[in-house]
T-cell receptor
């Protein structure tokens, strides 16, 4: 158990809908990262937050947004969902800003199925 | 730019035989390298990481990897495979520099390891 929690574990929804995925980092970790794992694209970095502020951005669609709250939990909002958004969404956390050798600890993931 | 190539999408071995999972990386700066494992329906677990202190890195569950700068490789090995090693393995690179992409991990496409009894 990494100490990173994600809810829900599974989510089934329809195209055009909006969902929110939640992540609680390990105690003491200030950075939260979101990754998407799909058969087509593999594991891709979406976005990083550090202590409430956006730190780095990857291949995140404009329909997706995220935020990190004062208690350091994070939410990933996915809107106008398309079939291709079906994937496993991972959250990870690390102690600091994630520079270099800092280890990222991964949650169990949320499996999203868009029908 | 950073990238990782895992040379085999599938590797099959018999229990008790050695495991070799190959990884080549590309990095504009001094890389940090990791191997993560993903068991079915589980999250990603860190196996080991290269911290530049030693080129031979020992990880959990008997795995180790050797950083070879001249070959830009970071292959993962284990002397004797166990049934519980069956999983997907990801080679990952990041960099200590990089501006707006600081801290992001770049994943390989993964190698599925099958262990036969």
């Amino acid at each position: 158990d990494s100490g990173v929690t994600q809810t829900p574990k599974h989510l089934i929804t329809a195209t055009g809908q909006r969902v929110t995925l939640r992540c609680s980092p390990r105690s003491g970790d200030l950075s939260v990262y979101w990754y998407q794992q799909s058969l087509d694209q593999g594991l891709q970095f979406l976005i990083q937050y550090y202590n409430g502020e956006e730190r780095a951005k990857g291949n995140i669609l404009e329909r997706f947004s995220a935020q990190q709250f004062p208690d350091l939990h994070s939410e990933l909002n996915l809107s106008s969902l398309e079939l291709g958004d079906s994937a496993l969404y991972f959250c990870a956390s690390s102690v600091g800003t994630g520079i270099g050798q800092e280890t990222q600890y991964f949650g169990p993931g949320t499996r999203l199925l868009v029908l | 730019a950073q990238s990782v190539t895992q040379l085999d999408s599938h590797v099959s071995v018999s229990e008790g035989t050695p495991v070799l999972l190959r990884c080549n990386y590309s990095s504009s700066y001094s890389p940090s390298l990791f191997w993560y494992v993903q068991h079915p329906n589980k999250g990603l677990q860190l196996l080991l990481k290269y911290t530049s202190a030693a080129t031979l890195v020992k990880g959990i569950n008997g795995f180790e990897a050797e950083f070879k700068k001249s070959e830009t490789s970071f292959h993962l090995t284990k002397p004797s495979a166990h049934m519980s090693d069956a999983a997907e393995y990801f080679c990952v690179v990041t960099s200590s520099r990089g501006g707006s992409t600081l801290g992001r991990l770049y994943f390989g496409r993964g190698t599925q390891l099958t262990v036969w009894p």
